[in-house]
């Protein structure tokens, strides 16, 4: 069993950026590939990036590619996105996952969820 917990969302501008942090508890955190989320009302859970045990590897939406960082560090169970030159179509609420494999776009292969955090980009 393992709890998630993300932070550091908010409301921000066009162009400005945003670090969310998702802290774990246990002690095997670094079992897990790990993947970040977001959905949008009225719309379905969308594969934003992930990473690997290590963080020697990572993946991410086209949408997001060229603009969003991942990294982790296991010995403080975190795990965290960095999220630049944000859009308005970034707005939702954002979640961190625990996973199987690393790379998997698909929300169900995921096992534990964060409560998310909400990320509003205005124009």
């Known amino acids: 069993q393992v709890q998630l917990v993300e932070s550091g969302g908010g409301l921000v501008q066009a162009r400005d950026s945003l670090r969310l942090s998702c802290a774990a508890s246990?002690?095997?955190?670094?079992?897990?590939?790990m993947g970040w989320f977001r959905q949008a009302p009225g719309k379905e859970r969308e594969f934003v990036a992930a990473i690997s045990r290590s963080g020697a590897s990572t993946k991410f939406a086209e949408s997001v590619k060229g603009r969003f960082t991942l990294s982790r560090d296991n010995a403080k169970n975190t795990v965290s996105l960095q999220m630049n030159s944000l859009k308005p179509e970034d707005t939702a609420v954002h979640y961190c996952?625990?996973?199987?494999?690393?790379?998997?776009?698909?929300?169900?292969?995921?096992?534990?969820w964060g409560q998310g955090t909400q990320v509003t980009v205005s124009s």
């Open positions: 246990g002690s095997t955190f670094s079992t897990y590939a």
């Open positions: 996952a625990t996973g199987r494999i690393f790379g998997d776009v698909i929300p169900g292969m995921y096992n534990y």
